[in-house]
């Protein structure tokens, strides 16, 4: 018979044997095949306590060293980062912002500790069609600079990018499709056609 102690070592050594380091609750339920999620959330809880984990968010779970990113889009998912972070960091758009912003089901802005996420909403064929993210890990996903471009077009029609000589032209066109949308296809036209 496996005891008590056994068990709980066994939960842990699980999650720090994953890849990720952020987990929802259902995620380690589903990790150590356990469906009591009251008896699993004390044991957690536990480690919480005993500082082997953190709880940085009511059912969020992770191991010390997690990215701000990875968490983010662990508290909605499906979700990826895009739209201003993505542009920032690619030199696109120059105005800076510290939040994170990225796309999801929902439109929320939620605080976490003193990091601000932004979420905006976008129609299911598009948040769940994978073309030109990049998947960092198991719950980390990062649109690339043309996937931000496109999605900013989409859900901003009027936004204005400061430099767009960094993004693949042919990645913008092989991407439009995913949004079936003839709209932004002529916006994207116009402005790509002006810089």
């Known amino acids: 018979?496996?005891?008590?102690?056994?068990?709980?070592?066994?939960?842990?050594?699980?999650?720090?044997?994953?890849?990720?380091?952020?987990?929802?609750?259902?995620?380690?339920?589903?990790?150590?095949?356990?469906?009591?999620?009251?008896?699993?959330?004390?044991?957690?809880?536990?480690?919480?306590?005993?500082?082997?984990?953190?709880?940085?968010?009511?059912?969020?779970?992770?191991?010390?060293?997690?990215?701000?990113?990875e968490l983010a889009c662990t508290i909605y998912t499906p979700s990826y980062i895009s739209l201003q972070y993505v542009l920032q960091r690619a030199g696109i758009i120059f105005q800076y912002d510290p939040g994170i912003t990225l796309v999801s089901y929902l439109n929320r802005t939620i605080k976490q500790g003193d990091k601000i996420y932004m979420y905006r909403k976008i129609k299911g064929e598009v948040l769940v069609n994978t073309a030109g993210i990049n998947r960092q890990g198991i719950h980390l996903n990062v649109a690339t600079p043309e996937r931000a471009f496109l999605d900013m077009l989409y859900l901003e029609k009027e936004f204005h990018f400061d430099n767009l000589t960094s993004l693949n032209r042919e990645q913008v066109y092989r991407l439009i499709p995913v949004y079936q949308s003839g709209a932004l296809t002529e916006r994207v036209r116009k402005i790509l056609s002006y810089d």
């Open 1 to 69: 018979m496996v005891s008590s102690q056994n068990l709980i070592n066994d939960i842990i050594y699980l999650i720090y044997k994953e890849k990720g380091n952020v987990f929802r609750l259902k995620d380690i339920a589903m990790l150590v095949s356990r469906s009591d999620v009251g008896s699993l959330s004390r044991k957690l809880n536990y480690y919480v306590k005993t500082g082997r984990l953190l709880n940085p968010r009511k059912g969020v779970y992770t191991k010390p060293g997690y990215t701000l990113e």
